[in-house]
């Protein structure tokens, strides 16, 4: 409120000690990092930590030679933790092997190549029984349709990280994808995308994806091995019918003569076999315009399908997985960020409250 002639403002409370507290806190916010402690807000929060050798030469003498003792002991920590990763590594292989059996059986009867039995078919292990009603079974045999359509399709669909990146072409193609398989090998593993040799769009009848790992335990902050690079086979597209490219035209002038013609430009367009390449950790910039996948998402969508769906892909497909559940997982820091800026909406309204107490904020109704 603005004072006018014969109004007499209102005098302003000015609490002097709190202001020049939170000046010096800012101020000494702003040259934590250089003397090795954290830097933290007004709520006495973390905001920034000091970089590793900041804050070991902001130690005393005793206490670094300490801190490299139980570095020394880490580093022994983690060579003992690779020598589990790499027997676990050869364990899920193993185990991996022995699924094959049932795993051929699956694509067998997703294709169509074997009919189950009406024993195989009993579903037993919940009270809905709606599946195996008299009638769904004669719709189910009198069809013509082999196998079970668009099987992978679904599935993936149903993945957030591999639905999200599909389009409608992709999807076309997708219809025809009869299998998937996953192969460890010593450093890593392989998968394979099996097609319908007739699909319409490229020759080849597989398309392999091979993830190369390296394990680096001598660094303190090792966790296990991690994807350094990965390979493709080359598709073979068809002409005309390669999805992650596009043909625009351009009309250019020419500066001495005036002349206008049109060219054709490929360029690369959104489409999830843009997966189907050979990448690196040191590739992965990208700009705003960049289609192509980061190496980050290369490994994300490699290890879903090795770790989650090609092992569990009936679940996917029918939804008994619980992808709800999955995606709140992912957003638990970003649930963690709105509850911050709760309490500092809060606590911004408290001070408002703080500044006069005895007259509250005036609804500004028309």
Same mark, same amino acid.
């Given at each position: ?20 507290? =939170? ?22 929060? +973390? ?22 003792? &139980?570095?020394?002991?880490? +580093? ?9 990763? /790499? ?12 699924? *094959?059996?049932?795993? $051929?059986?699956?694509?067998? @009867? ?37 196998? !079970? ?12 990280? +591999?639905?999200? #990146? ?6 076309? *193609?997708?219809? #025809? &994808? /009869? ?9 890593? %593993?392989?998968?394979?995308? @099996? ?6 769009? %490229? ?15 001598? @660094? !303190?902050?090792?966790?296990?091995? *991690? ?20 043909? !625009? ?17 490929? *360029? ?10 050979? #990448? ?15 190496? $980050?998402?290369?490994?994300? +969508? ?14 996917? %497909? ?17 649930? !963690? ?5 709760? @309490? ?7 001070? =408002? ?14």
């Amino acid at each position: 409120m603005i004072a006018g002639k014969g109004d007499v403002a209102e005098p302003i409370s000015i609490k002097t000690s709190a202001n020049t507290a =939170n000046l010096s806190n800012s101020l000494k916010s702003d040259s934590a990092i250089s003397d090795g402690s954290a830097s933290v807000d007004q709520w006495g929060r +973390i905001k920034e930590r000091p970089p590793p050798e900041i804050f070991l030469a902001s130690l005393p003498a005793h206490e670094r030679r300490r801190v490299n003792a &139980l570095r020394n002991l880490q +580093i022994s920590c983690n060579s003992i933790q690779a020598q589990f990763d /790499n027997e676990l590594h050869q364990l899920t292989a193993r185990y991996c092997q022995l699924r *094959v059996p049932l795993m $051929e059986k699956r694509a067998d @009867i997703v294709s169509g190549a074997v009919e189950p039995t009406d024993s195989e078919c009993e579903w037993e292990h919940n009270e809905d029984k709606t599946e195996n009603s008299p009638l769904i079974k004669d719709k189910a045999f009198t069809s013509n349709v082999k196998g !079970i359509p668009n099987f992978w399709l679904t599935a993936l669909q149903r993945v957030h990280c +591999i639905g999200s #990146c599909l389009t409608v072409q992709d999807e076309a *193609v997708l219809q #025809c &994808l /009869n299998d998937i398989v996953v192969t460890f090998t010593n450093n890593g %593993f392989t998968l394979e995308f @099996i097609f319908n040799e007739d699909n319409g769009y %490229f020759t080849n009848s597989s398309i392999t994806k091979s993830y190369f790992e390296k394990s680096e335990h001598e @660094i !303190i902050s090792y966790c296990g091995p *991690v994807a350094v690079r990965c390979s493709s086979t080359a598709i073979d597209w068809k002409p005309g019918r390669d999805l992650t490219v596009k043909t !625009i035209k351009k009309k250019s002038k020419n500066k001495k003569s005036g002349s206008v013609k049109t060219i054709s430009q490929k *360029v690369k367009q959104d489409s999830f076999f843009n997966f189907f390449c050979d #990448c690196t950790e040191d590739d992965d910039t990208q700009s705003e315009d960049d289609v192509s996948l980061s190496f $980050e998402e290369h490994c994300e +969508i490699g290890y879903t399908l090795r770790d989650r769906v090609i092992p569990f892909a009936v679940g996917y %497909f029918v939804g008994d997985i619980d992808l709800e559940v999955e995606e709140d997982e992912d957003s638990e820091f970003s649930d !963690i960020e709105d509850d911050d800026d709760d @309490i500092l909406e809060a606590h911004n309204g408290e001070q =408002n409250l703080d500044r006069n107490p005895e007259k509250p904020p005036e609804c500004k109704q028309q």
